[in-house]
């Protein structure tokens, strides 16, 4: 009989030696990378510690902070190769698993609306009001609308409806951000052909917030032309008459532009939402984008600025054409055109 083959011994498993990002690099650098300071990014880990930490007793299982920092660099760079050639140590397979894993966690309901709400109450309304009229005079306003498109690749379900009128797939986002540049409501999960106007007629916003009188009268929104009128949705004229309404206009127009310089400041935060993002399916970029809605706010919290680009150019959005007006005003409910009508006779009948 033919000699037994020896046993091979297994090779002793290697691991990367781990960079511990918190304790070596400084608070300037952690912001260029994660977009959080060192306080931070902690406190990130500790509204979802529970949920990412890993039973096992094992050495080489990433650590809560570990994961926040491996999906902040994801958020801010939108490359994922870059967070396992940082020296974090994770495999790229890893890499993957774990921004699953923490974007889950994070894209709860319990914790995006600890950071994302929409002022309802007299206090939190008045105190926006008085925030918007110090731009250029425009009262009764308590928040800026847009829709946004962040790019995706092609699902391999529903193709065509994530085409938009640029010719690339996307998920629409409809978004409003107060005077202060931070985000009081998102809508994130319609496909790209989706026009503003239908994100916003089924909304919670508009079926429950402002449709069930949840909001003290008097209070307004500010949104472009592709939008319809209503007592709470104010829209610039399209051919303004001299006198009250160029004087709306004006005024509309610098206040509005809030939300186009927000969305611009969101996307130059975490960069993943400038270019197209490549995973699937569709629900797990809406993720995404939640996620950097809720860390845009934290920092707004907490006074962390947005590192320049390495190009020193202020990073701006890239909308798509403004989408087609509303129909001519015999086809449309006529209440939303008349209480522009009085608004603006009532306010801008002199120069502001």
Known sequence: MAAPAPLRQRRPRRFRERKDVLHDLDDGELIKRYRLDRAGIIFVTDLVRGPLTNPTGRNQVLTPEMKIIVLLRYLATGKMQLCSMDDLGPSQQTVSQVITETLMALSSNAILTQFITFPITPHETQRKIVDFQQIA?????????????????????????????????????????????????IVAKWPGSVHDARILNES???????????????????????????????????RPQ????????????????VVERG??????????????????????VCQIIKVCAMLHNICKDRNIYIPAAEDDE??????????????????????GLLYRDEFADLHFRNDN
């Open 204 to 238: 919670s916003l508009n079926r429950v917030v402002f449709g069930r009188g949840m909001v003290p009268d008097g209070c307004h929104l500010l949104g472009d032309s592709g939008y319809p009128s209503k007592k709470w949705l104010l829209t610039p004229y399209l």
């Open 263 to 284: 969305i611009g400041q969101l996307k130059r935060r975490f960069h993943v939402l400038h270019g197209e993002i490549r995973v699937q399916p569709p629900s797990k």
């Open 314 to 335: 202020e990073e701006v959005d890239d909308p798509l054409p403004l989408q087609p007006p509303q129909p001519p005003a015999a086809q449309r409910p006529r209440e």
């Open 137 to 185: 005079g425009f009262p009764g306003v308590i928040g800026a609308i847009d829709g946004t498109h962040v790019r995706i690749s092609a699902p391999s379900e529903f193709e065509g409806e994530y085409v938009n009128r640029k010719g690339y797939h996307s998920i629409n986002v409809q978004v409003i951000f107060d005077a202060k540049y931070k985000i009081t409501d």
């Open 242 to 257: 001299p006198g009250p309404q160029s004087n709306y206009n004006k005024a509309h127009k610098i206040t509005r532009s």
